[in-house]
């Protein structure tokens, strides 16, 4: 119960969640009981028998140091919802709290995979066609060329398991598509990213090709940057939503209530994609925006079912378990 508007949000997302899951699954809201119970009051048709309130008096703010507040606050929802499922009485989290400690939690209560050197956040991106992951989409600013290699092959993995879309093109976002172009950590990791074996790296992209598609191979499936960069870029393309819907409202009184028109608009919507999945940590983290509304945890419980459901953190840690293994023989 970290987001801006806790706990309303979290408690109708999970409402929303409930009615759509099937019969056996169980949500777990953890934080300020009081709070939440005044919550689920307001939700009388609920089935309290799908609902556990777990007690977590502290919350990590967002302008804390996450390191130091993920340490000194053990009783913080985010510290006891990650015990949860370290301890097996959860399959997932998920939270809209500050994305550093989710991400140095997650790190450090549920472990990394073995040969994951950094865990990093996907976004998907809505486009013509099938989404988009791009990653990092924040968890960590400074990336070296190896961490960028692993965050492809992260990737890669959920594209397949989770999206059913073997072979998934990936491009390195640059400046440019030529070799030479970019920083030194994306030339390194361009050429690793090009000796990678089993990789379907099709080289730099640049930034238009993330939702336009390449000229040349078409739609990406993986887009890997430093988180950044791909925060800045996540951030600028919900921007440009929002510009949409401001010049139609002024331009075009009304088009917003065609039926059409919504249905594009809704596809464009982040809050459909939920948030994003916290890739390489042992066990299921999903991390929401601050601001996320009841639509978008309702999605990003989904997200977090189709994670648990198609074995994903299992199956990051056999593939980076062999790659490992083959890199020292």
């Known amino acids: 119960m970290g987001g801006d508007h806790h706990p309303q949000a979290e408690v109708d997302g999970a409402a929303l969640a409930l009615k759509e899951l099937p019969p056996g699954f169980l949500i777990q809201l953890v934080g300020r009981r009081a709070a939440i119970e005044a919550e689920l009051a307001r939700h009388p048709d609920l089935d309290r028998a799908r609902i556990e309130v777990h007690e977590a008096p502290d919350v990590i703010g967002m302008d804390e140091k996450p390191l130091a507040a993920v340490r000194k606050k053990p009783n913080s929802s985010l510290h006891v919802g990650l015990g949860l499922q370290k301890a097996g009485a959860s399959d997932a989290f998920v939270s809209a709290g500050n994305t550093g400690a989710v991400l140095v939690g997650s790190t450090m209560i549920l472990g990394l995979h073995e040969g994951?050197?950094?865990?990093?956040?996907?976004?998907?991106?809505?486009?013509a066609a099938e989404p988009?992951?791009?990653?990092?989409?924040?968890?960590?600013?400074?990336?070296?060329?190896?961490?960028?290699?692993?965050?492809?092959?992260?990737?890669?993995?959920?594209l397949t398991d989770v999206l059913g879309r073997p072979s998934a093109k990936v491009g390195l976002l640059n400046v440019g598509e030529e070799d030479e172009k970019g920083n030194a950590?994306?030339?390194?990791?361009?050429?690793?990213?090009?000796?990678?074996?089993?990789?379907?790296?099709?080289?730099?992209?640049?930034?238009?090709?993330?939702?336009?598609?390449?000229?040349?191979?078409?739609?990406?499936?993986?887009?890997?940057c430093d988180g950044f960069v791909g925060n800045i870029v996540l951030k600028f393309y919900e921007s440009v939503g929002r510009l949409?819907?401001?010049?139609?409202?002024?331009?075009?009184?009304?088009?917003?209530?065609?039926?059409?028109?919504?249905?594009?608009?809704?596809?464009?919507?982040?809050?459909?994609?939920?948030?994003?999945?916290?890739l390489g940590v042992k066990g299921?983290?999903?991390?929401?925006?601050?601001?996320?509304?009841?639509?978008?945890?309702?999605?990003?419980?989904?997200?977090?079912?189709?994670?648990?459901?198609?074995?994903?953190?299992?199956?990051?840690?056999?593939?980076f378990a062999r790659r490992e293994a083959g890199a020292k023989t």
């Open 116 to 127: 994951v050197d950094r865990a990093a956040v996907g976004a998907l991106f809505p486009t």
């Open 132 to 158: 988009t992951l791009v990653l990092d989409a924040g968890a960590t600013v400074d990336c070296s060329p190896r961490e960028l290699l692993g965050f492809a092959w992260l990737g890669t993995i959920y």
């Open 185 to 224: 950590a994306a030339k390194e990791a361009h050429q690793l990213l090009k000796q990678a074996t089993g990789l379907n790296y099709i080289g730099n992209i640049e930034g238009r090709d993330i939702v336009a598609g390449h000229p040349v191979h078409g739609q990406m499936d993986v887009v890997v």
């Open 244 to 278: 949409i819907v401001r010049l139609c409202k002024g331009k075009a009184p009304g088009i917003l209530e065609r039926p059409d028109v919504q249905g594009v608009f809704r596809h464009l919507d982040y809050s459909e994609y939920g948030g994003g999945p916290l």
């Open 284 to 319: 299921v983290s999903v991390i929401c925006h601050g601001s996320s509304s009841p639509n978008a945890f309702k999605n990003a419980i989904r997200i977090a079912v189709q994670a648990v459901a198609h074995d994903l953190s299992a199956h990051i840690g056999a593939q």
